[in-house]
């Protein structure tokens, strides 16, 4: 392997909204999801009310960019 081309590999804290963290390693020393294996409804056989209507609503906020109105 060549020397000086690759990131260095840190300890790593990843956090979740449910408050779940764990520990491993990685390039990022902090990693920050939405949804994890302790509250994703396939591993937990529950079903959760998730916030869908924050995330479209950001979504729109990032892409609705207005067509300017063509001069006519």
Do not use: N, W
């Amino acid at each position: 392997m060549k020397t000086g081309i690759h990131p260095e590999y840190v300890p790593c804290v990843i956090t979740c909204t449910c408050g779940a963290v764990y520990h491993t390693r990685s390039t990022q020393p902090k990693i920050h999801v939405e949804i994890c294996a302790g509250c994703h409804p396939l591993f937990t056989g529950k079903q959760r009310l998730m916030d869908t209507a924050g995330r479209v609503e950001k979504f729109r906020r990032k892409y609705d960019k207005t067509a300017p109105a063509s001069k006519k």
